[in-house]
């Protein structure tokens, strides 16, 4: 905000991705906690969840994986 000569910011956005360990609430709550007395003092947080994705390196082949299988979709490779 600062290197844009920004005097007040609305709106904070945030992408998370899904296996990040990152707890949506406790970012949130952090950012409400330590927001005032600066620009962003009357801004908002808005997060985004990010689904994961994945990328077969011997077909090419993107797909969303199941959370504990990351075999291709397509040729079942695991260089993934």
Same mark, same amino acid.
């Given at each position: ?17 899904? !296996? ?5 609430? =406790?970012?949130?709550?952090?950012? #409400?906690?330590?927001?005032?007395? *600066?620009? @962003?003092?009357?801004?908002? !947080? ?5 689904? =994961?994705?994945?990328?077969?390196? #011997?077909?090419?082949?993107?797909? *969303?994986? @199941? ?14």
């Amino acid at each position: 905000a600062v290197a844009n000569n920004a005097s007040k910011v609305f709106k904070i956005v945030v992408g998370i991705g899904e !296996m990040s360990s990152v707890e949506p609430t =406790l970012l949130k709550t952090a950012f #409400d906690t330590f927001k005032f007395d *600066t620009i @962003a003092s009357e801004a908002v !947080m808005e997060i985004q969840r990010i689904a =994961l994705k994945a990328d077969c390196l #011997d077909c090419g082949c993107s797909f *969303t994986p @199941a959370m504990s299988n990351f075999l291709c979709q397509k040729c079942g490779s695991s260089n993934t």
